[in-house]
């Protein structure tokens, strides 16, 4: 079992840089592919990033490459999303989600969300 919560998240303009925070509870969080998603008003959930158990191996979406850095501390059981050069497209509800079941871009392979963080970027 899994416990994910967020946070980090708040009311920017754009250009600006924010770091989410996603906490884990549960042993298996060392082992486990970590992802971000984020939901906007009447939009699907997407994929945001995604990094593997061992470190070796991170993914990212076209909308937020070479901005976003996901990274994770297995020590601390934390997995953080770096976000810069922010843009008001990128105004969602965040969630982190743990071990998805194959692959690492589909929300509905993953057996444990968090609450979300709500990011909103000001033009």
């Known amino acids: 079992q899994v416990q994910l919560a967020e946070s980090g998240g708040g009311l920017v303009q754009a250009g600006d840089s924010l770091r989410l925070s996603c906490a884990a509870s549960?042993?298996?969080?060392?082992?486990?592919?970590m992802g971000w998603f984020r939901q906007a008003p009447e939009k699907e959930r997407e994929f945001v990033a995604a990094?593997?158990?061992?470190?070796?191996?991170?993914y990212y979406a076209d909308s937020v490459k070479g901005r976003f850095i996901i990274s994770r501390d297995n020590g601390k059981n934390t997995v953080y999303l770096q976000m810069n050069s922010l843009k008001p497209e990128d105004t969602a509800v965040y969630y982190c989600?743990?071990?998805?079941?194959?692959?690492?871009?589909?929300?509905?392979?993953?057996?444990?969300w968090g609450q979300g963080t709500q990011v909103t970027v000001s033009s």
């Open positions: 549960g042993r298996m969080f060392s082992t486990s592919v």
């Open positions: 990094i593997s158990w061992s470190f070796t191996s991170t």
């Open positions: 989600a743990a071990r998805p079941t194959s692959g690492y871009r589909d929300p509905v392979k993953y057996q444990y």
